[in-house]
C-alpha cells in the first residue's frame, strides 16, 4: 500500500477489499482494456483470472482457451507498447507423467489434460510476447473470496461443519499460502525478475497429509477425513500424481529461508464462518406468506371474517371430511371434541403414555379419568393388543384417543373393529399428521374411523398459522355443537333459542353452553391457507430428508429406527432416533450438549404421561415396557422444510462420531 495504487479489475465477479480501488473491465474487450491502459498507466499488472477446475476445463474447451489462454495473450503482447511488467500465476499441474521428486522450471512439461494443456500454452505465449514477464507456477492454500473458496477453506469449513472429506493419499504437492505468495511476487517485482519461477514450500505433502496438518492446527475432528487413491477413471479429466515443484532457484534470488507448510498454517487467520443453529423443527415462511396475512391485516376483519371460514373449507377438502371447525390451538380443539363429546366422570378417555399432555388434559379439563395404553415400538403408536386389554376393563360410552405420532398414523381400521364390540367412540390426535395417509389409503382427517379428528398449526407442525388448530368431523350435530362451544357457547340463530322474550330482538344471542373463546383469527387463517397452497411441497421434502436419514443411520449398531418402513405414509413431523446410550457410554443429555455446540438443535418428544405428576403411576416402568424403552432411548433431530442438504449431512456425521 506503501508503494502502489492497486486496482481490482472485475469482469463478472464482485469483491471487497480495503485499499483498493475497483473498476468494471472486460477483459476480452481491447479497446476497452486499451482506454485503461492508457488512462491510467499501471506499472504492474498480475493476472490472476482463469478456470482451474480440471473438469470443468475438459467439458467445455473453447471457455477454457479463452479465458486461460486468451486473457494472458492480450495482455502480455501489450506489456511492451504500454511499459507494464506482466505477472500471470500459472500452475503446478504441468508435469504429467514423471518419476522425478521435485520438478524444476526447466523441466519438460507434459499434459494429461486440457487445464494442464491451456496454462502451458499460455506461458509460452507470455514468454513470447514480452520480454519483461513473470510466470509464477505455484499451488497456493489460505482464506479465499466469498465466492470461491479455496482447497484449505473447502476442507476447513466442511470439518467444521461436521461432513466428512475424501482427499487423495497419493497426489502429492508443496503449497504457499496465499500470504506468503504474496510477499514473494512483490519482491520479485521489486527485483524486476524475469522468465518462469516456482514458488513452493520446502515439504513434500499429499493432499490427505495436508487435510490433516489443517485439522490438528483449528482442533477439527480427523476421524471425518478419509484417505481414497486417484483412480483416473472416474474423473473426465486425468490427473498428475506428483505436482511438487522445486524451490532452489527461489532461494538462491531471494533468500534461504525455510518454507515450511506446517509454520503457513499455524500463520493462518482463519475465521470459521459463523452458522445459523439447526433447530429440530421450524415453520417456513415465503412473499406469499407474507402477502397473505399483509392483506388481511389491510382488510376490514381482523377476527370473526370470511378467512376463517376459507380456512375450514380449505382444509376440509384437503382431508376429505364434509365438515371443519378452526380454533386457537390443537390443544384447544382436543378439549372442544370431548367437550362436545359430553366426556365426563362417568366415563374414560384411553390415549398413548407417549404424547403430549393435551391429549390427556381434554380430558381432564371433562372430568373424565385418563387411562394408557403402552405403544408399539416399531410405530411409537398406540399398541392395538394393548388397546383392546385396557378395553375390555372400561366402562361404555368412553373414548379413545389415538396419537399419530410424529406423523404416522395408527392402525385405524383395527382400532375401529373395537367400536362396537367394546361401545367407545374414536376422537384421533393428529396433531402432527396433516397430510398424512392410513395404510388404506384414505387421508387423516377424513374421519372414515373417527368421530372427529384434530389437526394442530403451531409453528414446528407440517403448516404453520402461528398457532391454531382444526377439527374436522362428518356429524353435522357434532359439528355444531363445536361451532358454539368455540365461542362461549354462544348460540346467535333465533330459530334454536330458548328464552322466547330474546328470540324479539334484533341484537340477541343467546349462551346456551358453558363454552370457551377459542377463537381462531383471519390473520392466523391467511397465514394458513398460504401455506396449505405448498403442503404437498412440504411433506414431500420431509419424505426425502426422513429417507436420507435412513439410508446414512440404518447400519449403525448403536440406533434404531422406529417408523423406517412407513415414510410413504407418514407425513414425517418428526424423525426420531432410538440410541442405544448404555452401550455408548454416553448420556442423552451429554450427547445433546455437545450437538448444541455445533448449533444442532435436538429434542426428546416426550416424557411419558405417567411419569408427571398429574398423572403419575408408581412403578410406570413395569406398567408400560415399550413406553419406558422408548423414553429412555428417543432422541428427536432436525427436521423441517428449509433443512438444507449441507446441513443436513452436518447432522448426519456428527451424529455418526459420537453413536459409532
Same mark, same amino acid.
Given at each position: 500500500?506503501?508503494?502502489?495504487?492497486?486496482?481490482?479489475?472485475?469482469?463478472?465477479?464482485?469483491?471487497?477489499?480495503?485499499?483498493?480501488?475497483?473498476?468494471?473491465?472486460?477483459?476480452?474487450?481491447?479497446?476497452?482494456?486499451?482506454?485503461?491502459?492508457?488512462?491510467?498507466?499501471?506499472?504492474?499488472?498480475?493476472?490472476?483470472?482463469?478456470?482451474?477446475?480440471?473438469?470443468?476445463?475438459?467439458?467445455?474447451?473453447?471457455?477454457?482457451?479463452?479465458?486461460?489462454?486468451?486473457?494472458?495473450?492480450?495482455?502480455?503482447?501489450?506489456?511492451?507498447?504500454?511499459?507494464?511488467?506482466?505477472?500471470?500465476?500459472?500452475?503446478?499441474?504441468?508435469?504429467?507423467?514423471?518419476?522425478?521428486?521435485?520438478?524444476?522450471?526447466?523441466?519438460?512439461?507434459?499434459?494429461?489434460?486440457?487445464?494442464?494443456?491451456?496454462?502451458?500454452?499460455?506461458?509460452?505465449?507470455?514468454?513470447?510476447?514480452?520480454?519483461?514477464?513473470?510466470?509464477?507456477?505455484?499451488?497456493?492454500?489460505?482464506?479465499?473470496?466469498?465466492?470461491?473458496?479455496?482447497?484449505?477453506?473447502?476442507?476447513?469449513?466442511?470439518?467444521?461443519?461436521?461432513?466428512?472429506?475424501?482427499?487423495?493419499?497419493?497426489?502429492?504437492?508443496?503449497?504457499?499460502?496465499?500470504?506468503?505468495?504474496?510477499?514473494?511476487?512483490?519482491?520479485?517485482?521489486?527485483?524486476?525478475?524475469?522468465?518462469?519461477?516456482?514458488?513452493?514450500?520446502?515439504?513434500?505433502?499429499?493432499?490427505?497429509?495436508?487435510?490433516?496438518?489443517?485439522?490438528?492446527?483449528?482442533?477439527?475432528?480427523?476421524?471425518?477425513?478419509?484417505?481414497?487413491?486417484?483412480?483416473?477413471?472416474?474423473?473426465?479429466?486425468?490427473?498428475?500424481?506428483?505436482?511438487?515443484?522445486?524451490?532452489?532457484?527461489?532461494?538462491?534470488?531471494?533468500?534461504?529461508?525455510?518454507?515450511?507448510?506446517?509454520?503457513?498454517?499455524?500463520?493462518?487467520?482463519?475465521?470459521?464462518?459463523?452458522?445459523?443453529?439447526?433447530?429440530?423443527?421450524?415453520?417456513?415462511?415465503?412473499?406469499?406468506?407474507?402477502?397473505?396475512?399483509?392483506?388481511?391485516?389491510?382488510?376490514?376483519?381482523?377476527?370473526?371474517?370470511?378467512?376463517?371460514?376459507?380456512?375450514?373449507?380449505?382444509?376440509?377438502?384437503?382431508?376429505?371430511?364434509?365438515?371443519?371447525?378452526?380454533?386457537?390451538?390443537?390443544?384447544?380443539?382436543?378439549?372442544?371434541?370431548?367437550?362436545?363429546?359430553?366426556?365426563?366422570?362417568?366415563?374414560?378417555?384411553? %390415549?398413548?403414555?407417549?404424547?403430549?399432555?393435551?391429549?390427556?388434559?381434554?380430558?381432564?379439563?371433562?372430568?373424565?379419568?385418563?387411562?394408557?395404553?403402552?405403544?408399539?415400538?416399531?410405530?411409537?403408536?398406540?399398541?392395538?393388543?394393548?388397546?383392546?386389554?385396557?378395553?375390555?376393563?372400561?366402562?361404555?360410552?368412553?373414548?379413545?384417543?389415538?396419537?399419530?405420532?410424529?406423523?404416522?398414523?395408527?392402525?385405524?381400521?383395527?382400532?375401529?373393529?373395537?367400536?362396537?364390540?367394546?361401545?367407545?367412540?374414536?376422537?384421533?390426535?393428529?396433531?402432527?399428521?396433516?397430510?398424512?395417509?392410513?395404510?388404506?389409503?384414505?387421508?387423516?382427517?377424513?374421519?372414515?374411523?373417527?368421530?372427529?379428528?384434530?389437526?394442530?398449526?403451531?409453528?414446528?407442525?407440517?403448516?404453520?398459522?402461528?398457532?391454531?388448530?382444526?377439527?374436522?368431523?362428518?356429524?353435522?350435530?357434532?359439528?355444531?355443537?363445536?361451532?358454539?362451544?368455540?365461542?362461549?357457547?354462544?348460540?346467535?340463530?333465533?330459530?334454536?333459542?330458548?328464552?322466547?322474550?330474546?328470540?324479539?330482538?334484533?341484537?340477541?344471542?343467546?349462551?346456551?353452553?358453558?363454552?370457551?373463546?377459542?377463537?381462531?383469527?383471519?390473520?392466523?387463517?391467511?397465514?394458513?391457507?398460504?401455506?396449505?397452497?405448498?403442503?404437498?411441497?412440504?411433506?414431500?421434502?420431509?419424505?426425502?430428508?426422513?429417507?436420507?436419514?435412513?439410508?446414512?443411520?440404518?447400519?449403525?449398531?448403536?440406533?434404531?429406527?422406529?417408523?423406517?418402513?412407513?415414510?410413504?405414509?407418514?407425513?414425517?413431523?418428526?424423525?426420531?432416533?432410538?440410541?442405544?446410550?448404555?452401550?455408548?457410554?454416553?448420556?442423552?443429555?451429554?450427547?445433546?450438549?455437545?450437538?448444541?455446540?455445533?448449533?444442532?438443535?435436538?429434542?426428546?418428544?416426550?416424557?411419558?404421561?405417567?411419569?408427571?405428576?398429574?398423572?403419575?403411576?408408581?412403578?410406570?416402568?413395569?406398567?408400560?415396557?415399550?413406553?419406558?424403552?422408548?423414553?429412555?432411548?428417543?432422541?428427536?433431530?432436525?427436521?423441517?422444510?428449509?433443512?438444507?442438504?449441507?446441513?443436513?449431512?452436518?447432522?448426519?456425521?456428527?451424529?455418526?462420531?459420537? %453413536?459409532?
Amino acid at each position: 500500500k506503501k508503494d502502489f495504487d492497486i486496482f481490482g479489475h472485475i469482469h463478472k465477479k464482485d469483491f471487497f477489499a480495503n485499499g483498493i480501488k475497483k473498476t468494471h473491465i472486460n477483459l476480452f474487450n481491447i479497446k476497452k482494456v486499451r482506454e485503461f491502459l492508457i488512462k491510467n498507466k499501471p506499472k504492474v499488472i498480475i493476472n490472476t483470472s482463469g478456470i482451474t477446475n480440471v473438469e470443468q476445463c475438459e467439458r467445455n474447451k473453447s471457455k477454457a482457451y479463452k479465458t486461460n489462454v486468451e486473457i494472458n495473450n492480450l495482455f502480455s503482447s501489450l506489456s511492451n507498447k504500454y511499459n507494464f511488467k506482466f505477472v500471470s500465476i500459472s500452475s503446478d499441474h504441468l508435469f504429467g507423467v514423471s518419476s522425478k521428486n521435485k520438478f524444476l522450471e526447466t523441466d519438460q512439461t507434459f499434459a494429461i489434460n486440457y487445464y494442464a494443456h491451456t496454462k502451458i500454452i499460455s506461458e509460452k505465449i507470455i514468454l513470447n510476447n514480452s520480454d519483461n514477464s513473470l510466470v509464477i507456477r505455484t499451488n497456493f492454500f489460505g482464506e479465499g473470496l466469498y465466492y470461491r473458496k479455496s482447497f484449505s477453506d473447502e476442507i476447513i469449513d466442511k470439518l467444521s461443519s461436521g461432513i466428512e472429506i475424501s482427499l487423495f493419499n497419493d497426489v502429492y504437492f508443496n503449497p504457499v499460502s496465499i500470504s506468503k505468495l504474496s510477499q514473494i511476487i512483490l519482491l520479485l517485482i521489486k527485483k524486476n525478475y524475469k522468465g518462469i519461477i516456482n514458488i513452493s514450500s520446502d515439504e513434500k505433502i499429499s493432499k490427505y497429509k495436508f487435510g490433516l496438518l489443517l485439522a490438528k492446527e483449528f482442533k477439527l475432528n480427523r476421524k471425518l477425513i478419509i484417505p481414497i487413491k486417484l483412480n483416473s477413471k472416474k474423473h473426465l479429466a486425468k490427473r498428475p500424481h506428483n505436482m511438487c515443484l522445486d524451490n532452489s532457484k527461489l532461494k538462491k534470488i531471494l533468500y534461504k529461508e525455510n518454507f515450511s507448510i506446517k509454520d503457513q498454517i499455524k500463520k493462518l487467520d482463519y475465521k470459521p464462518r459463523i452458522e445459523n443453529f439447526i433447530p429440530y423443527g421450524k415453520q417456513s415462511i415465503n412473499n406469499s406468506d407474507i402477502k397473505s396475512v399483509n392483506e388481511v391485516l389491510k382488510s376490514n376483519y381482523l377476527t370473526q371474517g370470511p378467512k376463517i371460514q376459507e380456512f375450514e373449507r380449505k382444509v376440509a377438502k384437503f382431508v376429505g371430511s364434509k365438515f371443519a371447525v378452526a380454533v386457537s390451538s390443537a390443544s384447544a380443539g382436543l378439549h372442544l371434541s370431548c367437550l362436545a363429546y359430553k366426556l365426563n366422570k362417568k366415563n374414560n378417555l384411553i %390415549t398413548s403414555p407417549i404424547t403430549f399432555i393435551s391429549s390427556a388434559n381434554s380430558a381432564k379439563h371433562c372430568g373424565s379419568k385418563v387411562i394408557f395404553s403402552d405403544i408399539n415400538l416399531d410405530t411409537i403408536n398406540i399398541d392395538e393388543k394393548n388397546l383392546e386389554i385396557k378395553l375390555k376393563k372400561i366402562k361404555p360410552n368412553s373414548l379413545v384417543m389415538p396419537v399419530h405420532f410424529a406423523g404416522l398414523p395408527c392402525e385405524m381400521k383395527k382400532i375401529n373393529n373395537y367400536k362396537k364390540k367394546y361401545n367407545f367412540d374414536i376422537i384421533e390426535d393428529a396433531s402432527h399428521a396433516l397430510g398424512a395417509k392410513y395404510l388404506s389409503g384414505e387421508k387423516v382427517g377424513c374421519c372414515k374411523y373417527s368421530l372427529a379428528t384434530v389437526f394442530s398449526f403451531h409453528p414446528v407442525k407440517i403448516v404453520a398459522s402461528g398457532e391454531g388448530g382444526i377439527i374436522t368431523t362428518n356429524n353435522k350435530d357434532f359439528y355444531e355443537k363445536l361451532v358454539s362451544l368455540r365461542s362461549h357457547g354462544i348460540e346467535r340463530d333465533k330459530k334454536k333459542f330458548i328464552n322466547a322474550q330474546l328470540k324479539k330482538s334484533e341484537f340477541a344471542y343467546e349462551m346456551q353452553k358453558l363454552g370457551f373463546n377459542y377463537r381462531i383469527t383471519d390473520v392466523q387463517s391467511a397465514l394458513a391457507i398460504s401455506q396449505l397452497d405448498r403442503i404437498n411441497k412440504f411433506i414431500k421434502k420431509r419424505r426425502t430428508i426422513a429417507k436420507i436419514y435412513d439410508k446414512h443411520f440404518s447400519n449403525i449398531k448403536s440406533i434404531e429406527l422406529p417408523q423406517k418402513k412407513f415414510r410413504e405414509f407418514s407425513s414425517n413431523h418428526l424423525y426420531i432416533l432410538r440410541i442405544n446410550f448404555d452401550s455408548l457410554g454416553i448420556s442423552r443429555e451429554d450427547l445433546m450438549k455437545n450437538l448444541k455446540k455445533f448449533n444442532i438443535g435436538t429434542q426428546v418428544h416426550y416424557i411419558p404421561l405417567p411419569m408427571q405428576p398429574l398423572y403419575y403411576e408408581k412403578n410406570y416402568e413395569k406398567k408400560y415396557i415399550n413406553s419406558s424403552k422408548y423414553y429412555n432411548s428417543c432422541l428427536s433431530i432436525p427436521i423441517h422444510y428449509d433443512l438444507n442438504y449441507t446441513d443436513q449431512m452436518k447432522i448426519i456425521n456428527k451424529i455418526k462420531y459420537y %453413536t459409532n
